[in-house]
């Protein structure tokens, strides 16, 4: 099978998609959090009924629906190919203007709106591969937003291509588009019932051929300091500074090892995220990392002992520790149904490739999704460097990216 007919509407679609600011916002409470998601989806409601797929909704929390019918009348597992529309809020997404640099030759790439910045095959190594590729990078002022508008646009694409090539064979593939996948919130109000699929993938990988199996297992924990408020001129043999406790307590923890700036590969991670401290109180939120799920126990009884030996320094003090889960390494659930990574594998030799499969030091919407009763491992679409002013994606990645699920899905009915 080959695509050499299609005149890809991907790198379009994708320089379209990034110019709609979809930033989620970790402060809000609102489902989807910020309002401004909902522009790109409703252009993908409208950009999908377009195309002849009449069904296609977004809900109020956020989420787009459709599907492209099957083409065989026998039983096939439902498939779904899902990503996210919202970007991260490390580097802003508002005002992103995408530029097309086309056959990388080797030289570093500027942006011209920011003179001082460039990106170069010494500092992305990966950039040795896309010799040739056309480059997407944004000005200099934004993210790019590839991360995940690569994986839409490569969605979006593959129905194009498919509804108008009835001949080809396939089961019934769902499309979901979730919300706040970059604040962990990507798939809380997804109706499963609704989707009704039985295996997944999400498109939210890196350098072609990847293929993503596993994920960090994953917590939330927080730590609160209680000190003792005392005026400031009359403080003596009184106050107990909560400011200083969390101080005393972050230089505690370890600095060569247990934290993500000095791990790599299998190694696990505990990493402060967001602290707020005033004189009577400190709270201190973490995230905990292992790609083993029984060990994020130990890791979690090691942050409290610190957090114990910290108030023993600082007499009258308290402290409470709390966890919350917040996914789990999705190979605990692909490994009861080897066919999902089995055929994906299959997918990407007939598409060129040799797949190479790796696990994720973080999660994306299919460690959860996974357990939430669909399989769901992960795709490539190109994007690198990403959450950064560097963020870029190659437009021959995401044409590879549609080939392979075309191939997927023709694998699943076969």
Request: one cysteine or more.
């Amino acid at each position: 099978m080959s695509l050499k007919d299609h005149k890809h509407t991907v790198s379009e679609r994708f320089m379209r998609y990034v110019q709609i600011d979809t930033e989620a916002d970790p402060n809000s409470e609102t489902q989807p959090s910020s309002e401004k998601q909902k522009d790109l989806s409703r252009l993908l409601v409208d950009e999908l009924i377009d195309m002849g797929i009449e069904d296609a909704e977004l809900d109020r929390f956020g989420y787009v629906y459709a599907t492209i019918p099957a083409t065989v009348y026998k039983d096939v597992p439902v498939l779904c190919f899902c990503s996210h529309v919202d970007t991260a809020p490390d580097v802003t997404g508002a005002n992103v203007k995408p530029v097309l640099h086309k056959k990388f030759d080797g030289s570093p790439i500027l942006f011209a709106d920011d003179a001082a910045l460039s990106l170069s095959m010494e500092d992305h190594p990966y950039l040795k591969e896309r010799l040739g590729d056309d480059i997407i990078t944004a000005s200099g002022k934004t993210l790019l937003g590839a991360d995940d508008k690569a994986g839409i646009a490569i969605i979006m694409d593959l129905a194009a291509y498919l509804i108008k090539r009835p001949e080809i064979p396939h089961g019934k593939i769902r499309i979901l588009f979730t919300p706040d996948e970059e604040i962990g919130r990507g798939v809380n109000k997804v109706d499963m019932e609704k989707l009704g699929a039985d295996f997944g993938y999400t498109l939210d990988g890196g350098p072609r051929g990847v293929l993503e199996g596993e994920s960090f297992s994953a917590d939330g924990a927080t730590v609160i300091f209680e000190g003792i408020s005392a005026h400031p001129g009359y403080a003596k043999d009184k106050m107990v500074n909560s400011i200083k406790i969390a101080s005393h307590f972050m230089d505690s923890l370890p600095k060569d090892s247990w934290c993500p700036e000095r791990t790599s590969g299998r190694e696990p991670f505990v990493h402060p995220v967001h602290m707020d401290a005033a004189v009577e109180n400190a709270i201190i939120h973490f995230i905990v990392r292992d790609f083993e799920t029984s060990k994020l126990a130990e890791h979690e009884a090691r942050l409290e002992e610190y957090a114990k030996a910290t108030c023993a320094a600082f007499p009258g003090t308290k402290y409470t520790f709390t966890v919350k889960e917040q996914y789990r390494n999705m190979r605990e659930m692909l490994d009861r149904h080897p066919q999902v990574m089995a055929h994906a594998m299959e997918a990407y030799k007939r598409a060129g490739m040799n797949p190479v499969t790796e696990s994720i030091r973080g999660g994306t919407d299919g460690s959860r999704l996974s357990f939430m009763g669909m399989p769901c491992p992960n795709i490539f679409t190109g994007e690198m460097a990403i959450h950064s002013r560097k963020e870029y994606v190659s437009v021959q990645d995401m044409e590879k990216a549609v080939e392979t699920l075309v191939h997927l899905s023709n694998i699943w009915a076969e």
